[in-house]
């Protein structure tokens, strides 16, 4: 027989949901990006931001960067572009932990920060290739779940 034993900070109180944090999203705003004389530009399946998912993929045409601007990483929204209010907005790290942990944006850039570049792909990117009929679309519309960026 086994057993375990919660300790205080796991018994705490539930958080609150401010107000702000359950209004309806907004449309993903998906970007451009300018490089030298040509506008590169996120192909999306939801152009007129109905309420339904949306996916932004990184056009990888032009391959003349291993890392993607950050306007053109892909996005994959399930529910849109939350409104977030800086001055509200907080980390909470709660639960099975020994001393729980709140922090606002203020205090969080006191921290170092620390930059990386990483790629990043969906696990539906290239599902286009496994249709019954072969599909004739551009490298961004196939393959347009992926990524690099810092």
Known sequence: MTGYTLAGSAAAAPLADDPWSRARARTCRLTAFRRGSKKRRAHTRNPNGEPRTQHGRTPHQPASW???PNGLH???SHA???DIDPEKH???IHGLVKRPLLFGLEA???YPMV???TFVECGGNS???FSREPIQASVQALHGLASCAE
């Open 90 to 92: 907080r980390l909470v």
């Open 74 to 76: 892909f996005v994959i």
């Open 108 to 110: 969080l850039a006191r």
């Open 115 to 117: 930059s990386r570049m």
């Open 80 to 82: 849109g572009d939350a």
């Open 127 to 129: 599902a286009p290739l």
């Open 66 to 68: 291993h890392v993607h």
